[in-house]
């Protein structure tokens, strides 16, 4: 076993060479970029605008939905259907979507490799009401696309979503019970027609999703805009440049031939990108700031015998999502099977990130104990990691500069049998910063360790804003300006305490209104299943308050959270947030806000406010076993419903 001390201290040394006083700052999201070049790269290059056209509108003005979801990705889909399966009916359900076609994150990201990082047997929604087989242990992100469509055509809201539409604000109406929901959608070629429209809505359910916002570095020099070549986000792959189609998950990108191809960033998305175009490109350069973590992959096909006894018994896939949960979480028995049994599976530490029972709640004194029992209980998995990169990588100095030096909680863990293995190729180069970044662009390239890099191409693989980099309130991360009871936005009733909701999808202030966030909930690696009981315990929630007011059809029905009610959840996160302060000592990510997760100006309350907007700290099974407890009850405690 490697030396523990040497270890943690190498682990703080690298961290701090990657801290920068701008924090999140150092980006900027391209679709609020001042350059019109970097504007442009976020547009929509993948709706049919003359189809879209074509369609007669889901929403005219003046029209009054009971439900408004917001967003067509997988929480908006997923939103939809589970309100269906509490007994509303598609025709009460509109949905507003910003892209041209279903599928969110799937939808925008269609870039060669594209594959989903978590198993496609517990990732893909409602798959047990489907009976869908996935094709692969790993589903590619064309399989997932074409899935979600096949899930909006089941459940009858292909005429439910009004694409090409942006929420720019919601105010309440108390007197008539309603939202008052403000939009500009857009028509004609590229959707450029900007028109406002005007509805209401009973209930208003907010999606956006955690990768909503792709940025790009800024850069000195003449700026990314002011290269010459090609220039592209992965959000959305250029084929037109590379080659190839969006309709394959392995394309043959023969337009690379002969092109010198600089791709910035070595996240979970460039794992996929860099071996794909390594196979077409005559020169790859990729650019490091921070080495990933990457493990072994192993995907297969699926094997249809096996996928029977997979999905043989009811109740198979909550099972089989708990299962994994419950493994990164460390709250199972030593003797529980691991259903899912993948690196995931694998990464006790990761608990350290995503919570679970143990250290639930921790005291100050007792933060620096805890985060010691995490570091010791990663070092034999870490060791391993870095192992294997030494074994894979046959170059000694390369393999030095991929390998990473931080704890498993502190970035999202990257699965590949084909990243590591590109850097021997002779066409691959791998461009370390050691932390510092790409310094400069030329018109010609790309400026990094004081010498230029002459490039045909560059590829922005550099992520998305951070969740914690616009605050705790979802309504700014949305981009809608959300007005409740008196005129007050979300930020400003929370400004005096700090957040507060119930169970992290609802807030005092603001009547039916939910939206789905990390805030004050329970998380684990695999999204989907954190999104999936966010939109069981909402939909509930709504069907037993229509249940109360008369049935589905009733309209006028209000729900809000009680303020004691709200305080005592918060109160319950914030006693739990000390675990949390595991991500103190992590490597500068979109995780930890570029480093800038603790304020060391804060005061006391203004830690305490900031305590409030963590997840739950017991970790995703302990939440859904509390969020039970509360329904079984039958009380709604905490909920006031009110009915005309």
Same mark, same amino acid.
């Given at each position: 076993?490697?030396?523990?001390?040497? *270890?943690?201290?190498?682990?703080?040394?690298?961290?701090?060479?990657?801290?920068?006083?701008?924090?999140?700052?150092?980006?900027?999201?391209?679709?609020?970029?001042?350059?019109?070049?970097?504007?442009?790269?976020?547009?929509?290059?993948?709706?049919?605008?003359?189809?879209?056209?074509?369609?007669? =509108?889901?929403?005219?003005?003046?029209?009054?939905?009971?439900?408004?979801?917001?967003?067509?990705?997988?929480?908006?889909?997923?939103?939809?259907?589970?309100?269906?399966?509490?007994?509303?009916?598609?025709?009460?359900?509109?949905?507003?979507?910003?892209?041209?076609?279903?599928?969110?994150?799937?939808?925008?990201?269609?870039?060669?490799?594209?594959?989903?990082?978590?198993? +496609?047997?517990?990732?893909?929604?409602?798959?047990?009401? !489907?009976?869908?087989?996935?094709?692969?242990?790993?589903?590619?992100?064309?399989?997932?696309?074409?899935?979600?469509?096949?899930?909006?055509?089941?459940?009858?809201?292909?005429?439910?979503?009004?694409?090409?539409?942006?929420?720019?604000?919601?105010?309440?109406?108390?007197?008539?019970?309603?939202?008052?929901?403000?939009?500009?959608?857009?028509?004609?070629?590229?959707?450029?027609?900007?028109?406002?429209?005007?509805?209401?809505?009973? #209930?208003?359910?907010? !999606?956006?999703?955690?990768?909503?916002?792709?940025?790009?570095?800024?850069? =000195?020099?003449?700026?990314?805009?002011?290269?010459?070549?090609?220039?592209?986000?992965?959000?959305?792959?250029?084929?037109?440049?590379?080659?190839?189609?969006?309709?394959?998950? #392995?394309?043959?990108?023969?337009?690379?031939?002969?092109?010198?191809?600089?791709?910035?960033?070595?996240?979970?998305?460039?794992?996929?990108?860099? /071996?794909?175009?390594?196979?077409?490109?005559?020169?790859?350069?990729?650019?490091?700031?921070?080495?990933?973590?990457?493990?072994?992959?192993?995907?297969?096909?699926?094997?249809?015998?096996?996928?029977?006894? *997979?999905?043989?018994?009811?109740?198979?896939?909550?099972?089989?999502?708990?299962?994994?949960?419950?493994?990164?979480?460390?709250?199972?028995?030593? &003797?529980?099977?691991?259903?899912?049994?993948?690196?995931?599976?694998?990464?006790?530490?990761?608990?350290?990130?995503?919570?679970?029972?143990?250290?639930?709640?921790?005291?100050?004194?007792?933060?620096?104990?805890?985060?010691?029992?995490? %570091?010791?209980?990663?070092?034999?998995?870490?060791?391993?990691?870095?192992?294997?990169?030494?074994?894979?990588?046959? &170059?000694?100095?390369?393999? $030095?500069?991929?390998?990473?030096?931080? /704890?498993?909680?502190?970035?999202?863990?990257?699965?590949?049998?084909?990243?590591?293995?590109? #850097?021997?190729?002779?066409?691959?180069?791998?461009?370390?910063?050691?932390?510092?970044?790409?310094?400069?662009?030329?018109?010609?390239?790309?400026?990094?360790?004081?010498?230029?890099?002459?490039?045909?191409?560059?590829?922005? +693989?550099?992520?998305?804003?951070?969740?914690?980099?616009?605050?705790?309130?979802?309504?700014?991360?949305?981009?809608?300006?959300?007005?409740?009871?008196?005129?007050?936005?979300?930020?400003?009733?929370?400004?005096?305490?700090?957040?507060? !909701?119930?169970?992290?999808?609802?807030?005092?202030?603001? /009547?039916?209104?939910?939206?789905? $966030?990390?805030?004050?909930?329970?998380?684990?690696?695999?999204? $989907?299943?954190?999104?999936?009981?966010?939109?069981? @315990?909402?939909?509930? %929630?709504?069907?037993?308050?229509?249940?109360?007011?008369?049935?589905?059809?009733?309209?006028?029905?209000?729900?809000?959270?009680? %303020?004691?009610?709200?305080?005592?959840?918060?109160?319950?996160?914030?006693?739990? @947030?000390?675990?949390?302060?595991?991500?103190? *000592?992590?490597?500068?990510?979109?995780?930890?806000?570029?480093?800038?997760?603790?304020?060391?100006?804060?005061?006391?309350?203004?830690?305490?406010?900031?305590?409030?907007?963590?997840?739950?700290?017991?970790?995703?099974?302990?939440?859904?076993?509390?969020?039970?407890?509360?329904?079984?009850?039958?009380?709604?405690?905490? *909920?006031?419903?009110?009915?005309?």
């Amino acid at each position: 076993m490697e030396d523990f001390a040497r *270890i943690t201290e190498k682990y703080t040394a690298e961290a701090q060479k990657r801290m920068r006083p701008e924090g999140a700052n150092q980006y900027q999201i391209l679709s609020q970029s001042d350059s019109d070049r970097l504007r442009h790269l976020a547009d929509d290059i993948w709706a049919d605008h003359a189809a879209l056209d074509a369609q007669t =509108p889901p929403l005219k003005a003046g029209d009054s939905p009971k439900f408004l979801i917001v967003g067509a990705g997988l929480g908006g889909i997923s939103a939809a259907v589970r309100l269906i399966q509490a007994g509303f009916s598609a025709d009460q359900i509109r949905l507003v979507e910003t892209a041209g076609g279903v599928g969110g994150t799937w939808y925008w990201n269609r870039y060669p490799g594209l594959h989903c990082d978590v198993e +496609s047997y517990v990732y893909l929604p409602l798959l047990e009401e !489907t009976g869908y087989m996935p094709s692969h242990k790993y589903s590619p992100g064309v399989e997932i696309r074409h899935y979600l469509q096949d899930v909006v055509k089941k459940w009858n809201l292909e005429d439910k979503i009004l694409f090409r539409t942006k929420v720019d604000k919601l105010e309440w109406d108390e007197a008539a019970r309603v939202w008052e929901c403000d939009m500009t959608t857009g028509r004609g070629p590229k959707g450029a027609e900007s028109t406002p429209l005007s509805v209401t809505a009973e #209930f208003v359910w907010g !999606t956006a999703g955690l990768l909503a916002k792709p940025q790009a570095p800024k850069l =000195p020099g003449v700026g990314i805009e002011g290269f010459k070549g090609d220039v592209f986000h992965t959000s959305l792959w250029n084929y037109d440049v590379t080659g190839g189609t969006s309709e394959e998950a #392995f394309p043959v990108m023969s337009k690379l031939k002969d092109k010198r191809v600089g791709i910035i960033g070595t996240g979970a998305t460039a794992i996929q990108v860099v /071996p794909c175009v390594a196979q077409y490109a005559k020169e790859v350069y990729v650019f490091q700031r921070t080495p990933a973590a990457v493990y072994s992959r192993g995907q297969r096909p699926t094997d249809p015998e096996e996928w029977k006894k *997979i999905s043989g018994e009811p109740g198979w896939a909550e099972a089989r999502r708990e299962n994994l949960a419950g493994h990164i979480s460390n709250c199972l028995p030593p &003797d529980a099977p691991d259903l899912v049994n993948d690196e995931w599976s694998r990464q006790p530490a990761y608990a350290a990130l995503v919570a679970g029972p143990e250290f639930a709640q921790v005291t100050p004194d007792q933060i620096p104990a805890v985060i010691g029992h995490f %570091l010791a209980q990663d070092a034999e998995n870490s060791a391993r990691l870095r192992a294997r990169i030494a074994t894979v990588v046959k &170059d000694k100095e390369t393999a $030095a500069k991929l390998t990473p030096w931080y /704890p498993a909680w502190c970035k999202r863990p990257t699965f590949s049998d084909a990243y590591l293995e590109a #850097f021997n190729q002779p066409n691959v180069h791998l461009v370390d910063t050691d932390g510092k970044g790409v310094e400069s662009v030329t018109p010609q390239g790309l400026v990094a360790n004081g010498a230029e890099v002459p490039l045909d191409i560059i590829v922005l +693989s550099t992520g998305y804003r951070g969740p914690g980099a616009d605050g705790a309130d979802p309504s700014i991360r949305a981009g809608i300006k959300v007005l409740g009871r008196g005129g007050k936005t979300i930020s400003e009733s929370w400004e005096a305490t700090g957040p507060g !909701t119930l169970h992290g999808y609802a807030s005092h202030g603001f /009547p039916n209104l939910f939206w789905l $966030a990390p805030l004050q909930s329970g998380v684990t690696s695999n999204h $989907a299943h954190a999104l999936d009981v966010q939109c069981k @315990a909402i939909s509930y %929630l709504a069907a037993a308050a229509h249940e109360r007011a008369g049935g589905p059809a009733k309209s006028g029905v209000t729900v809000e959270v009680e %303020l004691a009610a709200q305080e005592a959840w918060s109160m319950k996160i914030m006693m739990g @947030a000390g675990r949390f302060a595991t991500m103190s *000592i992590c490597t500068p990510s979109y995780i930890n806000n570029e480093g800038h997760i603790i304020d060391p100006n804060a005061t006391q309350e203004d830690m305490m406010k900031r305590a409030r907007a963590s997840p739950y700290s017991g970790g995703i099974l302990e939440f859904i076993k509390e969020v039970k407890q509360w329904r079984d009850d039958g009380k709604l405690a905490g *909920i006031e419903v009110t009915v005309p």
